[in-house]
C-alpha cells in the first residue's frame, strides 16, 4: 500500500509541474504574451471576446505570483477560461463533450494492441527463430514505422471511400439521436472500428517487440531452467513461469508509453473527425484558441497520469515484491 | 563404500559443444564416470572446466548453443540421449533433481515456496492434497516452519532459500540428486549446517549425491570419491582418500595445495600458476601441460589415455606414477 | 562521436537488417542532397490541379497544381535535418542530465531524477502542441519543441548506466588520480556507453521525424515551406480522400515509413551488437536444421555425422 501511495504523491507532483508549465509558457515565449495575442487576433474577434481571453490568462499587470494564485484558485474551480474557437463555452464544458470520445477509442484501441501484441511477444519468444517470430516483427516494425495519422489517411481512403466498407466521419451517424439503445451502440462501434483498427496496427509492433524481448531476457534466467530441471510442463513454464514474469516490466512499459500512444491517437480523431480531444485540438490550433489548447493539454496530461497510476496498482497486485 | 553394484549413472565419453558461427567450442571432451547408488560423488575444478556443464548435461537441461555431439548417458539403464521429450520430463525431478547455486535465481519472484511444491507435483501427476501434506513434511525434514510455504522467495533468507532448494530437491524422493555449488553464497556457519543436514538425509534416504564444489577442502570431507575435472576433460577421480593420499595427476596435487590445510599454516598455500586455457583454442595434447611443473615432450604431443593406477583410481597423465611422492 | 561511427560500421558489418537499414537511410540522405537539384519547383503550379501519376508528373500534381515528385524529394530535406537535429540535441541535453545524476548520485539524483521522470509522464506531443502554438512557425522550433519533450527517455537510461559505471574501477581510478568531474565524465564514462547512446540518438530520431510530421500536419508548422509534413498538412486540405487523390499523400508517407523503418532497422543491428545474446542461438539453430532436426525443449543429441559440418 506504501507503494501506492508514494506513486500518487508522485503524480501529484507530476500533475503540479504539469500546471504550472501550462502557466508559464505563455509568460516564458518570446514577447509579451498579451501583444502575441492582440496581434494574432486583431480585427479577427469581437472585443469581449479579446477580454474574455485576456481574462483566462490572468494576464493583468499584478506580479506574477498574484497571477499564478488568481490561476490555481481558478483552475481548482474548474474555470479554464473561456473558448475562442466555441465562444462563448467555457473551455472546460468543450473539453467535457471531447474526453469520453476519446477515452473510448485510445482506450479501446490501447489495451486491445496491449494484450494482442504481449500476446503475440509471449508466443514469438517462444518459439524463438519459429515462424511467427521470423515474418510478424518485420512487417509490424514497418507498419509501425508510419504517422498514426498517415495509415489513418490510407485506410480511410481504401475502406472508407473507395471500397465503402466504413463511415468516413464522425463517431456516429449523423442521422441518430446519442443514447443507450442498440442501434445507436452498434453505430458506435461501427463508426469506430476502422480508426480504432489503424491505432492498433501502428502500435502492435511496439508491444509484440518490447514483449518478445523481456520474455527471451525471462527465458534465459535461471528460474526456467529450474522450471525445466523439475519436469514442468512446457505450457505451465511458458505462461505461469515467463509470460507472467515478463509482463511486469511490459506494464511499465505500458505505462509509459501512454502518452505517447494517446498524442498519435489525438492525430488519429482528426483524420476521421472523430469528435475526441484530437478534433478539438485541430479547432483550437487552426483558430489559435490558446486557452482550448492549453485545456486539452491539462486534461490529457491529468488523464495519463491517473492511468499511469493505476498501472502501477495493477504492477503492484502483480508483482509480491513491491506489494 | 561399495563399488561392486550396478552404476545408477553411467556416462561414457560425453561430448559437449557450443555450436558457435566462429567454430565450435568443446566444452566437455569424451568424459566418462560412474555414479553408484548411495554414493557421494565430488565434482572439482577451477570453474569453466565443465563440472556443471556435465551436471546439466546430464539431464540435457543445457541451452542453445549446446548439443551433445557423442558418448552415452544412461540412467539405470535407460539411455537419456535417446529418450523421447516427454519420458525425460517425467524422468526430470522424479530420478534426478538439482539443487541450483542461487535459489534466490532459481525460485520464481513471483510464486510462493508453496506453489514451487504445488507446481512440482502436478507436473507428476501427484495429487494436490497429498502434495500440500508432503510438502509440509519436507519443509520439516529440512528444518523450515511450513508457514513459509506461504512466503515468497525474497521474503526468506538465503540460508532459508537453500533450504527450500534442498526441500524441493527431496520432493519426488529422487535416486539422485546433483548439487551445484549448493552453498557457495552463503557464510560458513549456514553452510556447514546446510551441509551436515544434507549428509544426514542421505543417510536416512539413501539417495546418491554428485556435489560440485571449488571449496575442496569441504568435498574431502563429504564425498565417498571424487572427480577431478580440467578444460573439460576428466584429469583424476578416485576414493576421497586415496585421492587425498596419493594424487595423480599434477593438477589435483596443485589443487590440494591450493588451500591451506586445517592444521597447517597458510604460507603453504600454493596456487597453480597460470590460467585456464581457452577452450577455444586448447592447448595440444595433455591441456595441462603449459601449467604443469613436469610437462615433457609427450605431454604437448599427445593427449594422455584415463587409466586406472590403482583399482578404482583413475587418471590421465602421462607420468602418474612415475614419481609418486 | 568518432567510437560512434565506429559502432555503426561494426553493426553495419554483422548485422543484415542493420545493411539494409543503413542502405535506406543512405538512399534517402543522398535524395535529400541532391534530389532537389534534379527535380521541378516543388511550389511552382506546373499543371492542372490533381492530375494523377502519369509521364509528365511520375507522382502526379497536387491540388494546387504543384508536381508531387518534387515535393516528396525537397520534403525530405527538412525532415531528415529536423531528425538529425532532434537526435543529436536530445542525446546531449539527455547525457548531460543522465550522466550527472548517475555520476553525482544523492540529492543531485534526487531532484533531476524526478525531473525526468515528470517528463517521461507527460503526453508528449499536447505538450508539443501547445509549446508549438506560441513559437514563431519554423523548422528550428519544432527541433526545440521536440528536444523539450523528448529528452526524458534518454536521460533515464543514461542514469541507469551511469549508475553501474560509477563503482567500476577505472572511474575509481579516474577519481583517485584527481581528474575533474567533467572530465571523468565526458571522457571516461560517456566513451563506456556509446552503444547505448547512439541507440538512443537513433530512437529520438525516428520518434523525432514522425512527431514533427504530425506537427506540420496539425498545421503547426510553416505551412508555406516544403516538408513532409506540410505536404501531408496540404493533401489534407485540398481534401485529398474526398477527391480519391491518393497520390498526394501516398509518396511521403511511404518515404516517411521506409526512413522511420531503416533507423529502427539499424537500431535493431546495434542491440545485436551490444547484447550478443541475441544472436547467440542462430547457428545452433541452422545446425539443427542442416541436420532435418527441430529446437526442442532438451539439449539436442546431434552426433558430428548428423551435424554435417
Known amino acids: 500500500m506504501a507503494f501506492a501511495l508514494r506513486r500518487l504523491v508522485f503524480y501529484l507532483v507530476a500533475a503540479w509541474f504539469a500546471i504550472t508549465l501550462n502557466f508559464a509558457i505563455p509568460r516564458m515565449m518570446p514577447g509579451d504574451p498579451a501583444t502575441t495575442i492582440f496581434a494574432r487576433f486583431q480585427g479577427r474577434l469581437a472585443p469581449e471576446a479579446l477580454d474574455a481571453l485576456k481574462a483566462s490568462f490572468g494576464l493583468t499587470d499584478a506580479p506574477l505570483l498574484t497571477q499564478y494564485g488568481t490561476y490555481l484558485g481558478h483552475l481548482f474551480t474548474g474555470d479554464l477560461g473561456l473558448s475562442v474557437a466555441y465562444f462563448p463555452s467555457p473551455v472546460s464544458e468543450v473539453i467535457g463533450t471531447g474526453l469520453g470520445w476519446t477515452l473510448l477509442l485510445a482506450g479501446t484501441a490501447v489495451c486491445f494492441s496491449f494484450a494482442l501484441g504481449t500476446l503475440l511477444g509471449v508466443l514469438a519468444a517462444w518459439r524463438r527463430g519459429g515462424r511467427l517470430d521470423a515474418i510478424l516483427p518485420p512487417i509490424l516494425s514497418f507498419l509501425g514505422a508510419f504517422p498514426y495519422f498517415w495509415l489513418a489517411m490510407a485506410a480511410l481512403w481504401l475502406f472508407g471511400y473507395t471500397l465503402g466498407w466504413f463511415p468516413v466521419r464522425h463517431a456516429y451517424g449523423s442521422d441518430l439521436e446519442p443514447g443507450w439503445d442498440l442501434t445507436f451502440l452498434v453505430d458506435v462501434v461501427r463508426h469506430g472500428l476502422l480508426p480504432a483498427s489503424t491505432i492498433v496496427l501502428v502500435t502492435l509492433g511496439g508491444w509484440m517487440l518490447s514483449m518478445r524481448n523481456t520474455m527471451l531476457g525471462v527465458l534465459g534466467g535461471e528460474s526456467i531452467l529450474y522450471a525445466r530441471a523439475r519436469g514442468l510442463a512446457p505450457r505451465t513454464i511458458m505462461w505461469r513461469y515467463a509470460a507472467r514474469n515478463a509482463l511486469l516490466p511490459s506494464v511499465t512499459s505500458f505505462g509509459m508509453a501512454l502518452g505517447f500512444v494517446l498524442g498519435g491517437s489525438l492525430l488519429t480523431e482528426i483524420v476521421f473527425a472523430y469528435p475526441g480531444q484530437g478534433y478539438l485540438l485541430l479547432q483550437a490550433v487552426r483558430t489559435q484558441d490558446y486557452p482550448l489548447m492549453q485545456g486539452i493539454f491539462l486534461a490529457i496530461t491529468l488523464a495519463v497520469l491517473a492511468a499511469n497510476w493505476i498501472v502501477d496498482v495493477v504492477t503492484m497486485m502483480l508483482d509480491p515484491r513491491i506489494r | ?325 | 562521436m568518432r567510437a560512434g561511427a565506429a559502432l555503426v560500421a561494426s553493426a553495419l558489418g554483422r548485422s543484415g537488417p542493420a545493411r539494409v537499414g543503413a542502405g535506406l537511410l543512405f538512399f534517402f540522405v543522398l535524395v535529400a542532397l541532391v534530389g532537389p537539384l534534379l527535380v521541378a519547383d516543388p511550389t511552382e503550379m506546373l499543371a492542372r490541379p490533381l492530375l494523377p501519376p502519369g509521364a509528365d508528373h511520375w507522382f502526379g500534381t497536387t491540388g494546387q497544381g504543384q508536381d508531387v515528385l518534387a515535393q516528396t524529394v525537397v520534403g525530405t530535406r527538412m525532415s531528415l535535418f529536423v531528425g538529425l537535429a532532434t537526435g543529436l540535441l536530445v542525446t546531449a541535453l539527455g547525457a548531460l542530465v543522465g550522466v550527472t545524476a548517475g555520476y553525482f548520485g544523492g540529492r543531485v539524483d534526487d531532484a533531476l531524477s524526478l525531473l525526468v521522470n515528470v517528463f517521461l509522464v507527460l503526453p508528449g506531443l499536447p505538450l508539443a502542441i501547445v509549446l508549438a502554438a506560441w513559437l514563431p512557425p519554423g523548422p528550428l522550433s519544432i527541433v526545440a519543441v521536440l528536444t523539450l519533450t523528448g529528452w526524458a527517455w534518454t536521460a533515464r537510461v543514461l542514469r541507469a548506466q551511469t549508475l553501474s559505471l560509477r563503482h567500476k574501477d577505472f572511474v575509481a581510478a579516474a577519481v583517485v588520480s584527481g581528474e575533474g568531474h567533467a572530465r571523468i565524465m565526458l571522457r571516461e564514462i560517456l566513451p563506456n556507453m556509446t552503444s547505448l547512446w547512439v541507440s538512443c540518438a537513433v530512437g529520438t530520431a525516428t520518434y523525432a521525424i514522425g512527431a514533427s510530421v504530425g506537427l506540420e500536419f496539425l498545421g503547426l508548422g510553416d505551412v508555406s515551406r516544403v516538408t513532409w509534413g506540410t505536404n501531408l498538412y496540404w493533401a489534407t486540405n485540398d481534401a485529398a480522400l474526398l477527391t480519391g487523390s491518393w497520390w498526394t499523400f501516398v509518396p511521403t508517407g511511404l518515404c516517411l515509413a521506409l526512413v522511420g523503418f531503416g533507423l529502427t532497422l539499424l537500431n535493431y543491428g546495434l542491440d545485436e551488437l551490444t547484447n550478443p545474446r541475441l544472436g547467440v542461438d542462430r547457428a545452433w539453430r541452422r545446425a539443427l536444421k542442416a541436420a532435418g532436426r527441430t529446437p526442442g525443449d532438451s539439449t539436442p543429441y546431434l552426433p558430428p555425422a548428423e551435424g554435417g559440418r
Open chain 2, 1 to 325: 563404500m561399495t563399488t561392486a553394484a550396478a552404476p545408477l549413472l553411467s556416462v561414457r565419453d560425453l561430448v559437449v559443444e557450443y555450436i558457435d558461427a566462429a567454430g565450435d567450442v568443446r566444452i566437455l571432451d569424451a568424459l566418462s564416470l560412474d555414479v553408484y547408488p548411495g554414493e557421494i560423488l565430488g565434482l572439482a575444478g577451477e570453474s569453466g572446466c565443465g563440472k556443471s556443464t556435465l551436471a546439466f548435461a546430464i539431464l540435457r537441461l543445457l541451452r542453445p548453443p549446446a548439443v551433445i555431439r557423442g558418448g552415452s548417458v544412461h540412467f539405470a539403464g535407460q539411455d537419456l540421449l535417446a529418450m523421447p521429450e516427454d519420458a525425460l520430463r517425467a524422468l526430470r525431478w522424479r530420478d534426478i533433481s538439482i539443487v541450483f547455486q542461487s535459489a534466490m535465481d532459481a525460485l520464481n519472484p513471483v510464486l510462493t515456496v508453496g506453489e514451487h511444491f504445488e507446481d512440482t507435483f502436478r507436473a507428476h501427476g501427484r495429487p494436490a492434497e497429498a502434495g500440500r501434506a508432503r510438502a509440509r513434511e519436507l519443509m520439516t525434514l529440512v528444518d523450515l516452519d511450513p508457514v513459509n510455504l506461504r512466503s515468497f522467495p525474497h521474503q526468506l533468507s538465503g540460508g532459508m532459500r537453500q533450504r527450500v532448494g534442498i526441500a524441493l530437491a527431496l520432493a519426488l524422493e529422487p535416486r539422485l540428486v546433483i548439487l551445484d555449488e549448493p552453498t557457495t553464497a552463503l557464510d560458513v556457519v549456514v553452510q556447514r549446517a546446510i551441509l551436515e543436514k544434507l549428509v544426514s538425509l542421505r543417510a536416512r534416504l539413501g539417495f546418491a549425491m554428485v556435489f560440485i564444489t571449488h571449496d575442496l577442502p569441504l568435498m574431502l570431507e563429504l564425498a565417498d570419491r571424487i572427480g577431478v575435472l580440467y578444460a573439460g576433460r576428466l584429469a583424476e577421480l578416485a576414493p576421497t582418500a586415496a585421492l587425498a593420499a596419493h594424487p595423480g595427476h599434477p593438477y589435483t596435487r596443485g589443487l590440494l595445495h591450493a588451500f591451506p590445510s586445517l592444521h597447517g599454516s597458510l604460507s603453504e598455500v600454493r596456487a597453480i600458476e597460470g590460467t585456464p586455457p581457452s577452450l577455444r583454442s586448447p592447448p595440444t595434447g595433455c591441456r595441462f601441460h603449459p601449467r604443469c611443473p613436469a610437462a615433457t615432450a609427450a605431454c604437448v604431443a599427445e593427449n594422455p589415455a584415463v587409466r586406472a593406477l590403482a583399482p578404482g583410481h583413475l587418471v590421465a597423465c602421462h607420468h602418474a606414477g612415475e614419481a609418486a611422492r
